[in-house]
């Protein structure tokens, strides 16, 4: 498929990725550690009877654990994260992360079975192999990590030998994320961020001799001193590297709310049809290359996890993005991270400073959330069936939610979906001159937020905005 840089350039428009709905810039202070205890709680007593109800141990949940650290800023960074070369502090901070974890299971009980977990940052491979040790050591005595659960840690290539490695492998992971960003040695200067390729390629291939059931990389379109020339290149050394999976991010340049950004100049980024050209290049290299775009940024082999799911309709979708594990509660354990559990999210603090001093006063350290109203389920329901299933069928959504009108409640935003359709995004259904259901088509799943847009209730005219600025949608 080509994907002209005239249709990306009117799609060249902010919205949110979707990891949530409501998305996080909603959540409030006025939820509480309280509110948060009552959601594990209930959590638990819910495992319980559905283990009795299923005679099985309990219903699968997913963890994820971020770990803040880094020895080096790279420029671009947007995430929670905290520079220095002081590894002194992970011991500190893995003593709470286990103090966290006793809070929780206080509320939730332990042997709750885990079909993923994921370590984030930050920078995970901060910490030593002693405690990762520990930190895995630590989660399976209270959690029963299933045999065929996936269980990924991301790795900043300048911190790990294949000796580490088979470290990694040893204590219990079975996927790694690398974050490559770009190739290109002027690249990787201006971002703050050396890396030399061979150093990725002899890493990927200790993993595959390891046994790592996956790899991802990471890639960023829209860095300093990149071109289409620039980041062709490292394209070309990607489909040599081979990864099962892809994640191919736009660069926000938000200089005012992430201050290492102010380094980067301007004037060095492309911008306008220089950046959608870069986009639409690696879209149609990676597809010619044989990989199945899975939504959004993702990329995958056919025979990987997540381009199955993505063909069997069981794609889902969570804070570390799209999964082929189900739609299940998620625990987050660690600075500024976000849990899922019911019917709530419920965020950490997203100081050290205070998260610590709450976990010092016995108290999980919620810092703010949300409790979703019923139609914020629903439409939660309609975007994640946008995001992952790509299809939404009115009278299958009328079965599963008693009293609704699926067309008079979503009337103005089906409306809306006719532009969509003009453009060739997606594909409307009728039945007996009445709207059905609609499904996106194979160029509207590159534009996927767009379509999910429609349904957001706080992006909809009139209502208060949240003073968020996201990132571009493509």
Same mark, same amino acid.
């Given at each position: 498929?080509?994907?002209?840089?005239?249709?990306?350039?009117?799609?060249?428009?902010?919205?949110? %990725?979707?990891?949530?709905?409501?998305?996080?810039? %909603?959540?409030?202070?006025?939820?509480?550690?309280?509110?948060?205890?009552?959601?594990?709680?209930?959590?638990?007593?819910?495992?319980?009877?559905?283990?009795?109800?299923?005679? %099985?141990?309990?219903?699968?949940?997913?963890?994820?654990?971020?770990?803040?650290?880094?020895?080096?800023?790279?420029?671009?960074?947007?995430?929670?994260?905290?520079?220095?070369?002081?590894?002194?502090?992970?011991?500190?901070?893995?003593?709470?992360?286990?103090?966290?974890?006793?809070?929780?299971?206080?509320?939730?009980?332990?042997?709750?079975?885990?079909?993923?977990?994921?370590? /984030?940052?930050?920078?995970?491979? #901060?910490?030593?192999?002693?405690?990762?040790?520990?930190?895995?050591?630590?989660?399976?005595?209270?959690?029963?990590?299933?045999?065929?659960?996936?269980?990924?840690?991301?790795?900043?290539?300048?911190?790990?030998?294949?000796?580490?490695?088979?470290?990694?492998?040893?204590?219990?992971?079975?996927?790694?994320?690398?974050?490559?960003?770009?190739?290109?040695?002027?690249?990787?200067?201006?971002?703050?961020?050396?890396?030399?390729?061979?150093?990725?390629?002899?890493?990927?291939?200790?993993?595959?001799?390891?046994?790592?059931?996956?790899?991802?990389?990471?890639?960023?379109?829209?860095?300093?001193?990149?071109? %289409?020339?620039?980041?062709?290149?490292?394209?070309?050394?990607?489909?040599?590297?081979?990864? +099962?999976?892809?994640?191919?991010?736009?660069?926000?340049?938000?200089?005012?709310?992430?201050?290492?950004?102010?380094?980067?100049?301007?004037? +060095?980024?492309?911008?306008?049809?220089?950046?959608?050209?870069?986009?639409?290049?690696?879209?149609?290299?990676?597809?010619?290359?044989?990989?199945?775009?899975?939504?959004?940024?993702?990329?995958?082999?056919?025979?990987?996890?997540?381009?199955?799911?993505?063909?069997?309709?069981?794609?889902?979708?969570? #804070?570390?993005?799209?999964?082929?594990?189900?739609?299940?509660?998620?625990?987050?354990?660690?600075?500024?991270?976000?849990?899922?559990?019911?019917?709530?999210?419920?965020?950490?603090?997203?100081?050290?400073?205070?998260?610590?001093?709450?976990?010092?006063?016995?108290?999980?350290?919620?810092?703010? /959330?949300?409790?979703?109203?019923?139609?914020?389920?629903?439409?939660?329901?309609?975007?994640?069936?946008?995001?992952?299933?790509?299809?939404?069928?009115?009278?299958?959504?009328?079965?599963?939610?008693? /009293?609704? +009108?699926?067309?008079?409640?979503?009337?103005?935003?089906?409306?809306?979906?006719?532009?969509?359709?003009?453009?060739?995004?997606?594909?409307?259904?009728?039945?007996?001159?009445?709207?059905?259901?609609?499904?996106?088509?194979?160029?509207?799943?590159? #534009?996927?937020?767009?379509?999910?847009?429609?349904?957001?209730?706080?992006?909809?005219?009139?209502?208060?905005?949240? /003073?968020?600025?996201?990132?571009?949608?493509?």
């Amino acid at each position: 498929m080509i994907i002209s840089p005239e249709l990306l350039q009117r799609f060249d428009v902010v919205g949110p %990725r979707y990891t949530s709905y409501p998305t996080a810039d %909603r959540f409030t202070p006025s939820f509480a550690e309280a509110d948060y205890a009552a959601a594990l709680r209930e959590m638990g007593r819910g495992a319980k009877a559905l283990a009795r109800k299923l005679n %099985r141990s309990s219903a699968a949940i997913s963890v994820y654990v971020h770990i803040p650290f880094c020895e080096q800023l790279c420029y671009y960074c947007a995430c929670t994260k905290i520079l220095t070369r002081q590894h002194g502090k992970a011991a500190v901070y893995l003593d709470y992360l286990e103090r966290e974890l006793a809070l929780n299971i206080a509320q939730c009980g332990t042997g709750l079975p885990v079909s993923q977990l994921h370590l /984030g940052g930050g920078t995970p491979t #901060f910490f030593s192999d002693e405690a990762l040790s520990r930190l895995m050591a630590m989660l399976r005595q209270q959690f029963q990590l299933l045999d065929e659960g996936e269980y990924s840690i991301e790795v900043d290539p300048r911190t790990v030998s294949p000796e580490r490695l088979a470290v990694l492998r040893a204590i219990g992971f079975n996927r790694l994320s690398f974050g490559v960003q770009d190739f290109d040695p002027e690249v990787q200067v201006a971002v703050h961020r050396v890396q030399p390729a061979e150093k990725v390629f002899e890493l990927v291939e200790a993993a595959r001799q390891l046994g790592f059931r996956g790899i991802n990389v990471d890639l960023i379109y829209g860095l300093p001193k990149q071109s %289409r020339a620039s980041f062709a290149r490292t394209l070309g050394q990607i489909q040599s590297l081979r990864p +099962d999976r892809i994640a191919l991010y736009a660069y926000a340049h938000l200089p005012a709310r992430f201050k290492p950004q102010q380094r980067i100049a301007s004037e +060095d980024l492309p911008v306008g049809r220089e950046k959608l050209a870069i986009l639409a290049n690696a879209i149609n290299t990676l597809s010619a290359a044989g990989y199945v775009h899975i939504g959004m940024d993702h990329f995958a082999l056919p025979d990987d996890g997540l381009a199955a799911a993505k063909r069997k309709g069981t794609l889902h979708r969570n #804070f570390q993005g799209y999964s082929t594990q189900p739609d299940c509660d998620l625990l987050a354990l660690g600075l500024s991270a976000i849990a899922k559990v019911g019917s709530c999210y419920a965020q950490n603090e997203k100081t050290l400073a205070e998260y610590y001093a709450a976990i010092d006063a016995g108290r999980l350290p919620t810092v703010r /959330g949300l409790v979703l109203t019923e139609e914020d389920r629903l439409r939660r329901a309609v975007i994640m069936a946008i995001m992952c299933q790509g299809r939404v069928d009115l009278a299958a959504f009328e079965r599963d939610w008693p /009293g609704l +009108d699926f067309p008079k409640t979503f009337s103005a935003e089906l409306r809306a979906l006719c532009d969509l359709a003009a453009q060739g995004l997606v594909t409307l259904k009728e039945e007996s001159g009445t709207a059905s259901g609609f499904t996106l088509t194979a160029l509207g799943w590159f #534009f996927v937020r767009a379509v999910a847009m429609q349904f957001d209730r706080y992006l909809q005219p009139g209502r208060a905005s949240s /003073g968020t600025q996201f990132s571009k949608i493509i």
